[in-house]
C-alpha cells in the first residue's frame, strides 16, 4: 500500500503517527454518535381537533369567483380559505377529508399544519370521483374524531353543492354528528 499512497501523492502514516492517531480518535468519536440536545418548541394546545371536509367534486371547477382580480375555481377559492384557516390554527389537531364520489382522508389529525397545507395543495378535482357524496364526508369526518378527547370536536365543510352521490343522506350524517357531540360548520359556496 505504501507505494501506491506515494503514487498517489499521499503521506505514508508510518512517518507521521500523530496523523494515524487523529484519524483513530475522529472515528472513535463518529462512532459514539455524538448529538446537540435541542429543546423541542413547545406548542400549546387549545383542546380543539378540527377537520375540514373539502368538496373535489366535478362542479368545483366553475369559475365564479375572483381573487386578486383574476377569475379562478371554486376549489382554489376554497383552497386558500382553507390554507389562511389552517395557518391561523396554534394548538388545534387538523385533519382533512376529501369527498367527491367518495371519500378519503388527505391528512390524519395532526399539529404538523404544513402537512395539511400540502394535503390541501395536492387536492384535484375527479381525484375521489366527480359526484358530491356529502354524507359520505361528512361521515367519514366523523369516524375522524370518533376517538378524539378533545372537549371541542369541529366538522367544518366545504362544498357548492347538493348531496348527488352517496350511500346515505346528508340529514342522517348531521344527524350522527349531533349525536356524537359535534359541532358542523358549512361553507357553503356557488
Do not use: C
Amino acid at each position: 500500500l505504501a507505494p501506491a499512497g506515494e503514487a498517489a501523492g499521499l503521506p505514508d502514516l508510518r512517518d507521521t503517527p500523530w496523523l494515524a492517531a487523529l484519524a483513530w480518535v475522529l472515528l472513535v468519536l463518529a462512532l459514539a454518535g455524538p448529538r446537540i440536545e435541542r429543546q423541542a418548541d413547545v406548542i400549546p394546545a387549545s383542546g380543539r381537533d378540527i377537520v375540514l371536509a373539502l368538496d373535489l367534486s366535478g362542479s368545483m371547477e366553475q369559475q365564479d369567483f375572483i381573487l386578486d382580480g383574476q377569475p379562478v375555481s371554486r376549489l382554489d377559492a376554497v383552497k386558500q380559505t382553507a390554507r389562511a384557516f389552517v395557518a391561523g390554527r396554534t394548538g388545534d389537531r387538523i385533519g382533512l377529508v376529501i369527498f367527491g364520489g367518495r371519500a378519503y382522508v388527505a391528512a390524519p389529525l395532526t399539529y404538523d399544519m404544513g402537512a395539511v397545507v400540502q394535503a390541501i395543495d395536492e387536492a384535484q378535482i375527479g381525484i375521489s370521483g366527480r359526484g358530491t357524496a356529502i354524507a359520505d364526508g361528512l361521515g367519514l369526518a366523523i369516524r375522524r374524531l370518533d376517538g378524539s378527547e378533545a372537549p371541542s370536536r369541529v366538522v367544518v365543510l366545504l362544498s357548492d353543492g347538493v348531496d348527488t352521490s352517496g350511500s346515505v343522506p346528508a340529514i342522517e350524517a348531521a344527524r350522527l354528528a349531533a349525536a356524537h357531540g359535534l359541532r358542523v360548520h358549512t361553507i357553503a359556496l356557488g
